[in-house]
């Protein structure tokens, strides 16, 4: 089911962050409407940066949405109600160079105003232009053990922030709409 979305200003965001991102998960989107892969992820965060609204999420070079990172100006996150943990967990599982996850899960891509994809089915959409990409360095773990736990196979992340240009959410109006 698609709900209409309206565009708010990033400080209307009536979601904590860090259930938003940790618990509720979120697709990290890029390319365009001819060729785009996303991905589940519950690593990132939402403030101000630089004088602007951003949101950085995390990508590891061997993820197929990488690719797509790298050769993209810009990059959505995406937010689902609960009825969706089943599409994060297959989006999650799943490798975009064996599987179109859009057409296996019934997700419907919209191309955003920066030409990155999000999902008519989101309650909540960040279009963010890239701003800043920095991979991991191990040296600079102060605590090591982070490092040890969640890279065992040095696979770092690489680090994007992105000012959020766009925000869309779930026009609750639209969808309390008698029919």
Not at 3 to 31: C, K, Y
Request: hydrophobic share 40%.
């Amino acid at each position: 089911m698609t709900h209409s979305l309206i565009e708010i200003l990033p400080e209307q965001i009536s979601d904590n962050p860090f259930t938003l991102i940790g618990r509720d998960w979120m697709l990290v989107t890029a390319g365009t409407l001819d060729a785009f892969n996303m991905m589940t992820a519950s690593w990132g965060a939402l403030g101000e940066l630089w004088g602007k609204h951003v949101a950085i999420c995390y990508v590891r070079p061997h993820r197929y949405t990488f690719q797509f990172m790298e050769a993209s100006a810009y990059y959505t996150l995406n937010f689902f109600d609960e009825s969706y943990r089943h599409v994060l967990d297959f989006c999650g599982s799943q490798s975009g160079r064996t599987v179109n996850k859009a057409q296996a899960t019934g997700l419907t891509p919209v191309a955003g105003s920066g030409g990155a994809v999000y999902f008519a089915q989101a309650r909540l959409v960040l279009e963010c232009r890239k701003l800043y990409a920095q991979d991991l360095i191990p040296d600079c773990f102060v605590d090591p053990m982070i490092a040890l736990r969640n890279y065992p196979q040095q696979d770092y992340h690489r680090m994007y922030v992105g000012e959020i240009v766009r925000c869309l959410a779930r026009d609750v109006r639209a969808a309390q709409k008698p029919a």
